[in-house]
């Protein structure tokens, strides 16, 4: 520490400033014992060392984030909006003012004390015009001290009130997942037409993607998958959203054209920001084989046939949610063979780039589901998901990935 020459204090005058020290010292356990709020901790420390410390000048910069002036008194100067020099906070010991190189403004103020903790500067403590009993070395620690000790009660109170907002915030994400489960389908058909299996892979611990299966009557089912742009909690609020509007259009009409177009209007009243839904919508009548569908902005679902030829399904609209009425919106119809194996897949899945940045895209989707066809349905999307994974081992997927595949017997 650079030296301070300060005279030696008188016995009495020793003996009074102890006494101060005790009685501040007392006070501010109190206060922290007490539980205080932040701001009034601050007012005791600002009374403990103006009036009982005898201290005329007093500034306090306390980091939190950023550097923020809490107390500014005895100065006609306003250093709230002010920063604190480079040599300030370069400082790990108290240091006499006139010893930096600082502009006039600081030259106010007599000495600069750091306050430390576990190695981390917490705050600076300006003082001047100080009295003499408290211009001593020892007067100059116990200030040190004191606001050490008050500092770190605050800090204490700033990381607690942290703690229970991150509580918070988990609970609810925890709650947010939970409800989003519930939106998913609980059986999917295997019977003697069609087996339909899904999996959804969240980035987060809840997502913006979602699948639905929707049993109309005996001959005709729904099936869909979605992406909500954006992740985390709006897009699974969004995503809850589109569920509900889909489950109450549907018990008054089944129509595709009305049930997209209803949609639409639905999200583009509720979407904030600029959130908007791309969905792949099916309708599979069992009796004819007829796919009736609507691709609104999606990743063009995959129609594998038994010779292991295909059929991307791109019929359809814009993606939902960014016009009020939609501008086109077409209907496509496709009759589906024995033995043929449908993939509806979410952007996560194709948007994986290996080591030279190529992507294995839908090109890489066709080339497995042909290679793995025959693969039961649960193996299959295993075996995808491993692929993508192989693909690129340091690959960090950035968005949710959902598969839905149906396979019609």
Not at 32 to 46: F, G, S, T
Not at 107 to 122: A, E, S, Y
């Amino acid at each position: 520490m650079p030296e301070i020459n300060v005279p030696s204090p008188q016995p009495q005058q020793e003996l009074n400033l102890k006494k101060l020290e005790l009685s501040a010292l007392l006070e501010i356990t109190q206060a922290i014992n007490a539980n205080l709020p932040e701001a009034a901790l601050y007012k005791i420390y600002r009374f403990t060392l103006l009036a009982q410390l005898g201290i005329k000048r007093l500034t306090l910069f306390v980091h939190d984030d950023q550097w923020k002036c809490e107390i500014c008194a005895g100065t006609d100067m306003d250093f709230s909006r002010a920063s604190l020099p480079e040599e300030i906070l370069a400082l790990q010991e108290i240091t006499k003012v006139s010893k930096l190189q600082v502009e006039k403004k600081w030259r106010c103020f007599d000495i600069v004390i750091p306050i430390l903790h576990n190695g981390k500067v917490l705050a600076f403590v300006m003082i001047g015009k100080i009295e003499k009993y408290s211009s001593n070395l020892d007067a100059l620690n116990f200030i040190q001290t004191v606001s050490n000790i008050m500092l770190v009660a605050i800090e204490n109170h700033r990381m607690a009130r942290q703690r229970l907002a991150q509580e918070s915030i988990r609970r609810e994400i925890e709650i947010a997942r939970e409800v989003q489960s519930m939106l998913f389908p609980k059986s999917l058909p295997n019977d003697r037409d069609v087996v339909i299996h899904a999996s959804y892979i969240p980035h987060s611990s809840i997502g913006g993607d979602y699948y639905d299966f929707v049993e109309i009557d005996a001959d005709n089912f729904l099936f869909c998958v979605a992406d909500v742009s954006g992740k985390g909690v709006p897009a699974s609020l969004l995503m809850s959203n589109f569920q509900a509007g889909l489950r109450t259009i549907l018990r008054q009409n089944a129509d595709l054209s009305t049930v997209v177009s209803e949609l639409n209007n639905l999200i583009f009243r509720n979407a904030i920001a600029e959130k908007f839904v791309t969905t792949f919508v099916a309708l599979y009548n069992r009796l004819t084989r007829e796919l009736s569908y609507v691709n609104a902005g999606h990743n063009a679902p995959i129609l594998l046939y038994e010779d292991n030829t295909h059929t991307l399904l791109n019929d359809g609209c814009t993606m939902l949610g960014v016009f009020d009425v939609l501008p086109f919106l077409n209907v496509g119809k496709v009759q589906v063979p024995h033995k043929s194996v449908l993939l509806c897949y979410t952007d996560g899945l194709t948007e994986v780039f290996d080591e030279d940045e190529a992507e294995f895209g839908i090109e890489g989707t066709i080339h497995f589901l042909k290679r793995n066809r025959y693969l039961s349905s649960k193996m299959l999307h295993l075996e995808l998901l491993r692929e993508i994974n192989l693909y690129n081992e340091e690959a960090n997927f950035n968005d949710d990935i959902t598969l839905l595949s149906c396979r019609f017997k």
